[in-house]
C-alpha cells in the first residue's frame, strides 16, 4: 500500500509520487492547506446534512465522514476536462468539482433528481444503483476516443474519465463486464474503488479473498492500492492514473484505503455489526488530523488559518440550513413529464393513477384538519 503520509503527519518519500507531485504543482503549501479547508468544510457540510436528516428535512443522508482525504484528492487530482462518475457518497468529489454543497441535498430530500448539470461541471449525477454507473463510464470513456481527445499529447484538451464505486459494488457484475470493455479498447478510464472497509454490514473480508487492487489484474488493468486517509498518496496515484489513461495507455484501476466513519446510511446502526474498538483504532488515522499534522511538521499551518477554516465551515452549514428552507416542493406528477421525449400510453396511464393516489391524501388531510377540530370542541 502507497503512503505519503503516516497518521503521525510525517512524511515518506516514493520517487514515482513525489514526481508525479512536483510535476503537476498539486502538493505545494498553499495547495496542501487548501485540501485541508476542503476537507474541513465538506465534513462540516456532512454532519450538518445528518442533522438536516434527524430533522425531518432529509429522507436520507449517506455521510463521507472519514473518507475527505480519499474524496479531496482524488477530485483535485483529475483536470478539468476529465469526466467524473460518482456514486452516492462523493461529497468531497462533487466539492472539488465546483458543486454546492446544497445542490447534493436536494436529491436526499426528493426535490430534484440530480442537482447540477452534469455536462457543465464534468461531473456525472450520483447513481444509487451499485455499479450501475460503471458501463456508463466505460461507455463515456470510448465516446472519448472515437472524438480523438485521448493520447494526442494536448495536455489542455486530452480526456480521461473517473468511475467512482465501493468495495461492495466492486462485487457487481457490471463493474466485471465494464473492466472487460475498458480492457478490450483500452478505454481511457480510472476505477477508483474507495474501500471503506464496509457494504452496509458486510465487510470488505467477505466481498474479496485478495485485496481488491488486486482484481483488475486478471483483465490486464494495471492497479495500484493506496492508503486512502492520505491525501498526499490519493493525489498522487490518482494523477499518476489519469495521465496515462489520458495519454492513450488504457485504463488503471486504484483502490484506496479507507473508513466509514459514520453508519451507512442515516437509516443504518453501527453498532449492531461493528465493534467502537475498531471504529477508535481508525479515528486515530483521521485524513483532516493527519493533514494538519504534517502541516505543523512543515511550519505551513498556524492557529489563525485553522480558526478560519472552522469559522467558515460553520457558515457553511449554516447557509445549508438556510437552502433546505427555501427548496421548493417540485410538481408531484412531473417525474412522468421525461420518462419519454413522446406521450406514451403506460406513462399516461400510471400519471392518471397516481394523480387519482394522491388525491386521497387532500381528503386524508381534511380528515385528519376534522378530527383536529372536533377534538378541540370536545377539550
Ligand atoms: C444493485 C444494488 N443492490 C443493492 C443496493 C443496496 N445497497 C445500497 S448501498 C449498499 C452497500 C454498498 O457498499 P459499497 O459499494 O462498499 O459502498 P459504500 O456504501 O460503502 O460507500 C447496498 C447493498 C443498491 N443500491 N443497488
Ligand atoms: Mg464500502
Redesign the pocket.
Known amino acids: 500500500m502507497v503512503q505519503l503520509l503516516a497518521a503521525d503527519g510525517t512524511r515518506t518519500p516514493h520517487p514515482d509520487m513525489d514526481a508525479a507531485l512536483e510535476d503537476s504543482g498539486l502538493a505545494t503549501p498553499e495547495r496542501l492547506r487548501g485540501y485541508y479547508r476542503d476537507m474541513v468544510m465538506i465534513r462540516a457540510a456532512d454532519v450538518e446534512a445528518t442533522s438536516l436528516q434527524r430533522q425531518g428535512q432529509l429522507g436520507l443522508w449517506a455521510s463521507a465522514f472519514g473518507q475527505e482525504a480519499a474524496q479531496i484528492g482524488a477530485g483535485h487530482a483529475s483536470r478539468e476536462q476529465d469526466y467524473l462518475v460518482p456514486t452516492y457518497r462523493e461529497h468531497g468529489i462533487a466539492w472539488a468539482r465546483g458543486i454546492e454543497p446544497w445542490r447534493l441535498l436536494e436529491s436526499f430530500r426528493g426535490v430534484s433528481h440530480g442537482g447540477w448539470d452534469p455536462n457543465a461541471l464534468r461531473t456525472h449525477p450520483y447513481m444509487i444503483v451499485l455499479g450501475a454507473q460503471a458501463p456508463h463510464a466505460v461507455g463515456y470513456a470510448m465516446g472519448l476516443q472515437r472524438d480523438g481527445v485521448v493520447g494526442t499529447g494536448e495536455p489542455e484538451t486530452d480526456t480521461a474519465v473517473l468511475a467512482l464505486f ?3 459494488a466492486s462485487s457487481e457484475g457490471e463493474v466485471a463486464e465494464s473492466f472487460t470493455f475498458a480492457a478490450s479498447f483500452q478505454a481511457p478510464v480510472v476505477f477508483y474503488t474507495q ?5 452496509i454490514s458486510v465487510p470488505t473480508s467477505v466481498q474479496s479473498r485478495v485485496p481488491l487492487a488486486q482484481r483488475s489484474r486478471g483483465w490486464g488493468i494495471p492497479s495500484v492500492r493506496v492508503d486512502g486517509n492520505d491525501v498526499l498518496a490519493v493525489l498522487g496515484a490518482v494523477r499518476i492514473a489519469l495521465d496515462s489513461a489520458r495519454a492513450g495507455k488504457g485504463p488503471v484501476f486504484v483502490e484506496a484505503l479507507t473508513y ?1 466513519m459514520a453508519a451507512h446510511t442515516t437509516s443504518d446502526d453501527t453498532s449492531r455489526y461493528r465493534l467502537t474498538s475498531e471504529e477508535e483504532e481508525w479515528a486515530e488515522k483521521d485524513p483532516i488530523l493527519r493533514l494538519r499534522r504534517h502541516l505543523e511538521q512543515l511550519g505551513e499551518i498556524d492557529e489563525a488559518f485553522i480558526a478560519r477554516c472552522d469559522e467558515e465551515a460553520h457558515d457553511l452549514a449554516m447557509q445549508l440550513h438556510h437552502h433546505i428552507h427555501g427548496m421548493e416542493d417540485p410538481d408531484p406528477v412531473g417525474m412522468f413529464t421525461h420518462a419519454y421525449a413522446e406521450p406514451h400510453p403506460i406513462v399516461e396511464a400510471e400519471r392518471e393513477q397516481y394523480l387519482e393516489y394522491i388525491a386521497q391524501f387532500e381528503d386524508d388531510d381534511e380528515r385528519v384538519a376534522g378530527h383536529v377540530e372536533q377534538k378541540g370542541e370536545r377539550a
Open positions: 465501493g468495495d461492495g474501500n471503506n472497509q464496509w457494504a466509514r
